[in-house]
C-alpha cells in the first residue's frame, strides 16, 4: 500500500471559534483549531500572499512572523496562533509604503516567479529584527527557504543592503 | 475518416482564400486589418482605457498605456522585456506601462515556437507562420520569447507610432516627418501633444507603408537594465498567482492520483464517510483520478486522505529503477534507432588502436515548481471560464473544450503569474483535471489543487538517460573519432502527444534527445552521435533545458576526459578545437580569463561551454575543499553570447537563476521508482540548493550584433559539469552518475 508522508494529523474536527490578531488588526474565524495557519490565512480570510509550498515546513513559502518569530505557518495549528502577533506579507508594508526589505528587494529585483517571495521576505525581516547587521554565515544559518528560480544571491545582497538601510534609519533617530 | 478528411479540407480552404491573410498582421496589406477602426477584434484592444492602435496597444487619455502581453511571467521576465521592445518604438517611458495577458487569439501567436524561424508578421508571415498563428499556437517555451518577439513587439511600437504621428500631422497641417515622438510626447517646434489626447484619433489612421525601425546606435531602452514591471507586486505579496484566484462562491478541490503510474482508480469505498467530513461538499471520481470538493483547500486535502480507493494498476506495478537502468544498459547495445550525426567512419577507426570509452548516467527529474500545481475552472450552460498559470493558454483553451464539450469560442482563459514553470505548465494534464472535476459542480468554481506529494507523484519527469562514449584522443589532443551512443525516453514524442497530437513525433524523428550531443562546435574529424529508445508508460516531459539538460553533463565531462588523457589542461584543449567558431572560442575565452583560470590559489576549477536555444554560455565553477568528500562551491564565472540582449539585468538574473537550477539537480536531484510507484514524495526527499550550498555567479554578456538567442534555459546545462570537473580537479575523481550524492560528496 501505498503510504503519504503525511504531514498533518487531522485534529479536531470541530469547529471552534477563535481570535486571532493579524497585522494589528482583530479577526474572527470558526474553524478546527488543527487547520494550519496558512489555510485560515488564504482560504478563510482571502489573505493570498502567505503562499502554500510544501505543507511539511520544509520550503518556508508559507513564513509569517508569530510574535517577531519566523514561523512555518503550513504546519502550525490555528489554535496555537491565538493571543499572539501574527504577521504576514500584507503587514509589512504596501507599495506607497514598503518597507526597507522591500525596498532592498526591488533594488536588487530579487524575484523571478515570485512565489516563494513573501516567505522568503518575512524570513528576512525576522532575521534583521534579531541580528541588525548579519554577516553571510547569519544568512547562510538563516534564510533556509527554498526558491526554485535560485534567487539567493540576490536575496543575500538585498538583506545586506537591507540592514544598511535600517541601521542607518536608526542612527538617525537616535541622534534626533 | 470521413469527418478527418472534411476538417482538413475546411481548414485548407480558409488558407487558400485568405482568411488568414485578412485576419492577421501580415503584410502591409495586412497591417490595416489589424489595426482596427476601434473595433474590437482581439482580446488585447478591449483591456484597460482609451484606443487600442493594434491587438498589442491600447493608449488612455491620461498617457497610461496597456500592453496586452501574451507570454508567460513565470520569472523570465516578459513582462518587461517585451514591453521594452514596443516601448523602444513607440518612445514611451517604462512607468506609463501596464501589462495585461489576453486570449490566445492569432496575433499573439508564437511562431518561432514551432518553425525556428526569425517571423516577421508585420513584413509577411511564411505560409507554416501563418498555419501556427492560424491555429494559434499561443505558448511559452524553448526559451523563444525574445527570438519570436523581436521584430514583431518593434513593429507593433513603430507602427503605432507612426499612427500617433499622422494624426498630430492631420491636427497641426504639416508632414509627419516634422514631428518628433518623445516619451509619450509628440512635438512640431512649439506645439506639443500627449499621446493620450490624440490616440483615439490616430486609431482611424491607416498607413500605407511600414515605419522604419530605429538604429541600433539610437536605442535607449534596449540593452538597458530596465527594472522589472513585475516585481513591486511580487515584494507585497499582491501578485495574482493561479492558486490565489477568489471568484465568487469558488469551492477548492484536491485531487488523488491513481498512486501507480499508468493506473486508475476504478471505485471509491467510503464516498459518503468522505462526504460527511467537516467542510466537503462532494467526493467525485474522475477518469484522470479522485477529488474531493470542499469549502477550503486544507479540508479537501484532509478529504483524500481519507478516500479508501480500489485501483486498477495498468499492470505497471514492476517498474522499478532497477529494472528501467537495466534496459537502458540493453539499448545501448543494441542498433540504435536514428543517427543525428555521423561523419567520417568512426567506427573503424576506433576499431584501430587504442581509445577510450566511458558510461555517463542520469536519473529522473521532477519539474518541482514552487507552486504546487492547480486550476481553476467555472462550468456554465454554454460557456466556460478558466484561472490557470499556464504556459500555452491556447493548449488550455483547447483541453477545457475538449473535457466539458463546450464550444471553444466559449471558453474564456485568465492567464496569471506563474509560480515557475520549468516546462511543467506547458502540460495540460492540471488543465483537464481540474476541468473534469468543475464538470461535477457546473455553475460552481472549483479550485483544483495537486499537493505537493501529489504533484512530485504525478509530473511528466525528465527522462533518466544513459550515454556510452567511445573516442581516439592523439597525443597532441586531436579528436580523431567520438563515438555517443544514447538511450533514454523520447520527450517530444510523449509530450508533444499529450500537448498538440497533430504535431507529435516518432522517437526517432525527436530532435531533442540528441540536443547538445550532436553537432558539438569541437573540432573532431570523424564523429556519430547515435540514441535507441527505451518505451515506458511513465510521462516524460520538457524540463528547463529538456536533451541539454543532460546531454551537456554528458558530452562536457567526457570532453574532459579526453583533455586528460591527452594531458592538456582542459581550457586549452578546447580552445584549439573552436577554430572554425570564434563566437564559441570568445565565450570560453571570456570565462577561463574572468575566472583566472590556471591560477594557483588553493582553489579548483572545472570548466564547461554549451549552446542551447540560439546561445552560447561558458561556466567556470570555482570550488574550496573542506575535505576528501566536503566542499563549498564559491563562484561560477559565467559568460553568454546571446546575440543582441535586450535586458542585461534579467539575463544576469536567468544565469545565476539557471546556474541553481543545474545544481540542485546535479547535486540532490533524483526521481525513483518502486513497484510502479515514484517514492520522493516532497522536498525532504527531493532536496534543493538553499542558501547555504548556492554560489555567488558572475555574469558577463558578450557583445554581438546578432539576432537574439533565449536565455531562460542556457545558462542550466554548463552548470552540472563545470561541478563535476572541478570535483576532478580537486580530487581525481571522475563522477559519471547524477545526483553528485550519491557518490558521498556533500556540499556546504
Given at each position: 500500500m501505498f503510504t503519504y508522508s503525511v504531514n498533518m494529523v487531522i485534529l479536531g474536527r470541530d469547529n471552534n471559534a477563535m481570535k486571532l490578531r493579524i497585522n494589528g488588526r482583530d479577526h474572527e474565524v470558526d474553524v478546527e483549531p488543527g487547520m494550519p495557519l496558512l489555510w485560515v490565512l488564504r482560504d478563510e480570510l482571502d489573505m493570498t500572499g502567505t503562499k502554500f509550498g510544501c505543507g511539511v515546513s520544509s520550503c518556508g513559502a508559507c513564513t509569517v512572523m508569530i510574535d517577531g518569530v519566523a514561523t512555518r505557518s503550513c504546519t502550525l495549528p490555528v489554535a496555537n496562533a491565538q493571543d499572539k502577533n501574527i504577521t504576514t506579507i500584507e503587514g509589512i508594508g504596501s507599495p506607497a509604503n514598503l518597507s526597507a526589505v522591500q525596498q532592498a528587494w526591488i533594488e536588487h529585483q530579487v524575484p523571478q516567479c515570485g512565489y516563494c517571495q513573501s516567505g522568503m521576505i518575512m524570513a528576512a525581516e525576522a532575521l534583521l529584527d534579531e541580528i541588525p547587521d548579519p554577516t553571510d554565515e547569519d544568512i547562510d544559518q538563516k534564510m533556509t527557504n527554498i526558491c526554485r528560480c535560485g534567487t539567493y544571491q540576490r536575496v543575500r545582497a538585498a538583506i545586506h543592503t537591507a540592514a544598511k538601510m535600517r541601521n542607518q534609519a536608526s542612527d538617525l533617530l537616535g541622534s534626533i | 475518416m470521413a469527418e478527418k478528411k472534411?476538417?482538413?479540407?475546411?481548414?485548407?480552404?480558409?488558407?487558400?482564400?485568405?482568411?488568414?491573410?485578412?485576419?492577421l498582421v501580415i503584410g502591409v496589406a495586412g497591417l490595416n486589418h489589424h489595426v482596427n477602426k476601434k473595433i474590437k477584434k482581439y482580446s488585447g484592444q478591449g483591456l484597460g482605457d482609451g484606443s487600442s492602435l493594434n491587438a498589442w496597444i491600447r493608449i488612455a487619455p491620461d498617457n497610461s498605456v496597456t500592453l496586452a502581453i501574451a507570454r508567460a511571467e513565470m520569472g523570465q521576465g516578459v513582462y518587461t522585456s517585451l514591453p521594452m521592445l514596443i516601448a523602444e518604438e513607440l518612445e514611451i517611458p517604462m512607468e506609463s506601462i501596464t501589462v495585461v495577458h489576453p486570449q490566445p487569439e492569432s496575433p499573439y501567436a508564437n511562431t518561432f515556437l514551432v518553425t525556428q524561424q526569425e517571423p516577421n508578421a508585420f513584413k509577411g508571415y511564411s505560409l507554416m507562420e501563418k498555419v501556427y498563428a492560424y491555429l494559434p499556437v499561443v505558448g511559452t517555451g524553448g526559451s523563444t520569447t525574445i527570438p519570436d518577439g523581436f521584430n514583431n513587439m518593434r513593429y507593433a511600437g513603430a507602427t503605432a507610432r507612426e499612427m500617433l504621428k499622422e494624426a498630430a500631422a492631420q491636427k497641426w497641417g504639416v508632414s509627419r516627418d516634422?514631428?518628433?515622438?518623445?516619451?509619450?510626447?509628440?512635438?512640431?517646434?512649439?506645439?506639443?501633444?500627449?499621446?493620450?489626447e490624440i490616440a483615439s484619433a490616430a486609431a482611424d489612421i491607416d498607413l500605407s507603408e511600414l515605419p522604419t525601425l530605429k538604429n541600433r546606435k539610437d536605442w535607449k531602452v534596449i540593452g538597458t537594465k530596465a527594472k522589472r514591471l513585475d516585481v513591486p507586486e511580487k515584494v507585497v505579496g499582491e501578485a495574482t498567482f493561479g492558486i490565489d484566484v477568489r471568484p465568487a462562491g469558488m469551492l477548492y478541490a484536491a485531487m488523488l492520483h491513481p498512486t501507480t503510474?499508468?493506473?486508475?482508480?476504478?471505485?471509491?469505498?467510503?464516498?459518503?464517510?468522505?462526504?460527511?467530513?467537516?467542510?466537503?461538499?462532494?467526493?467525485?471520481?474522475?477518469?484522470?483520478?479522485?477529488?474531493?470538493?470542499?469549502?477550503?483547500?486544507?479540508?479537501?486535502?484532509?478529504?483524500?486522505?481519507?478516500l479508501e480507493v480500489e485501483e486498477d494498476n495498468g499492470g505497471n506495478a514492476d517498474i522499478s529503477s532497477e529494472a528501467i537502468f537495466s534496459s537502458l544498459e540493453r539499448i545501448l547495445d543494441e542498433a540504435p534507432i536514428a543517427t543525428p550525426e555521423n561523419e567520417g567512419d568512426t567506427q573503424s577507426v576506433l576499431a584501430q588502436g587504442e581509445s577510450i570509452s566511458a558510461t555517463y548516467r542520469a536519473p529522473y527529474l521532477a519539474h518541482a515548481t514552487m507552486e504546487p500545481l492547480n486550476c481553476t475552472v467555472k462550468i456554465s450552460d454554454e460557456s466556460a471560464e478558466v484561472w490557470a498559470g499556464h504556459q500555452a493558454p491556447s493548449v488550455a483553451k483547447d483541453m477545457v473544450s475538449q473535457e466539458s464539450g463546450i464550444k471553444k469560442d466559449n471558453v474564456t482563459i485568465h492567464t496569471t503569474y506563474l509560480g515557475g514553470g520549468f516546462g511543467r505548465r506547458a502540460e495540460p494534464d492540471f488543465i483537464l483535471k481540474a476541468t473534469a472535476v468543475a464538470k461535477e459542480m457546473p455553475g460552481v468554481a472549483i479550485q483544483t489543487i495537486f499537493t505537493r506529494e501529489e504533484d512530485m507523484r504525478n509530473d511528466m519527469y525528465r527522462p533518466a538517460a544513459l550515454s556510452r562514449f567511445t573516442a581516439k584522443v592523439k597525443s597532441d589532443g586531436d579528436i580523431e573519432a567520438w563515438d555517443n551512443m544514447m538511450a533514454l525516453q523520447s520527450v517530444s514524442h510523449s509530450s508533444m502527444n499529450r500537448i498538440m497530437p497533430s504535431m507529435a513525433v516518432k522517437p526517432k524523428d525527436d530532435t531533442a534527445t540528441a540536443e547538445g550531443a550532436a553537432h558539438l562546435p569541437y573540432h573532431m574529424a570523424n564523429r556519430r552521435v547515435a540514441f535507441g529508445n527505451y518505451e515506458s508508460p511513465i510521462q516524460v516531459g520538457f524540463w528547463r533545458s529538456v536533451g541539454s539538460s543532460q546531454n551537456a553533463f554528458f558530452t562536457e565531462s567526457f570532453?574532459?576526459?579526453?583533455?586528460?588523457?591527452?594531458?592538456?589542461?582542459?581550457?586549452?584543449?578546447?580552445?584549439?578545437?573552436?577554430?572554425?567558431?570564434?563566437?564559441?572560442?570568445?565565450?570560453?575565452?571570456?570565462?577561463?580569463?574572468?575566472?583566472?583560470?590556471?591560477?594557483?590559489?588553493?582553489?579548483?576549477?572545472?570548466?564547461?561551454?554549451?549552446?542551447?536555444?540560439?546561445?552560447?554560455?561558458?561556466?567556470?565553477?570555482?570550488?574550496?575543499?573542506?575535505?576528501?568528500?566536503?566542499?563549498?562551491?564559491?563562484?561560477?564565472?559565467?559568460?553568454?553570447?546571446?546575440?543582441?540582449?535586450?535586458?542585461?539585468?534579467?539575463?544576469?538574473?536567468?544565469?545565476?537563476?539557471?546556474?541553481?537550477?543545474?545544481?540542485?539537480?546535479?547535486?540532490?536531484?533524483?526521481?525513483?521508482?518502486?513497484?510502479?510507484?515514484?517514492?520522493?514524495?516532497?522536498?525532504?526527499?527531493?532536496?534543493?540548493?538553499?542558501?547555504?550550498?548556492?554560489?555567488?555567479?558572475?555574469?558577463?554578456?558578450?557583445?554581438?550584433?546578432?539576432?537574439?538567442?533565449?536565455?531562460?534555459?542556457?545558462?542550466?546545462?554548463?552548470?552540472?559539469?563545470?561541478?563535476?570537473?572541478?570535483?576532478?580537479?580537486?580530487?581525481?575523481q571522475r563522477i559519471r552518475e547524477l545526483p553528485l550524492i550519491k557518490s558521498g560528496i556533500e556540499f556546504v
Open positions: - | 472534411k476538417r482538413f479540407t475546411r481548414r485548407k480552404f480558409l488558407i487558400g482564400s485568405g482568411v488568414v491573410g485578412a485576419g516634422l514631428i518628433k515622438a518623445e516619451a509619450g510626447q509628440l512635438i512640431y517646434q512649439d506645439k506639443k501633444l500627449s499621446y493620450g503510474i499508468g493506473g486508475k482508480i476504478t471505485s471509491i469505498k467510503n464516498k459518503e464517510e468522505v462526504e460527511n467530513m467537516n467542510g466537503v461538499q462532494k467526493v467525485v471520481l474522475t477518469e484522470y483520478g479522485a477529488a474531493v470538493i470542499a469549502d477550503n483547500t486544507w479540508r479537501a486535502k484532509n478529504g483524500t486522505l481519507m570532453m574532459d576526459e579526453c583533455a586528460h588523457a591527452a594531458g592538456q589542461d582542459p581550457y586549452a584543449f578546447r580552445k584549439e578545437k573552436l577554430n572554425s567558431h570564434p563566437r564559441f572560442a570568445a565565450v570560453l575565452d571570456q570565462v577561463a580569463q574572468m575566472s583566472g583560470w590556471g591560477a594557483q590559489d588553493g582553489k579548483y576549477r572545472g570548466i564547461a561551454l554549451h549552446k542551447s536555444f540560439g546561445s552560447i554560455v561558458g561556466e567556470v565553477c570555482e570550488l574550496s575543499k573542506v575535505d576528501d568528500t566536503t566542499f563549498s562551491i564559491d563562484k561560477y564565472y559565467c559568460a553568454i553570447d546571446c546575440g543582441t540582449y535586450v535586458n542585461p539585468d534579467t539575463i544576469e538574473a536567468q544565469m545565476e537563476g539557471g546556474i541553481v537550477f543545474g545544481l540542485s539537480a546535479a547535486i540532490y536531484g533524483e526521481i525513483t521508482w518502486r513497484n510502479g510507484q515514484v517514492v520522493q514524495g516532497n522536498f525532504p526527499d527531493y532536496e534543493m540548493v538553499r542558501m547555504n550550498v548556492s554560489p555567488i555567479t558572475q555574469v558577463h554578456i558578450m557583445e554581438v550584433d546578432e539576432y537574439p538567442g533565449g536565455v531562460g534555459e542556457p545558462g542550466t546545462p554548463p552548470a552540472a559539469p563545470a561541478l563535476a570537473n572541478a570535483i576532478y580537479a580537486a580530487t581525481g
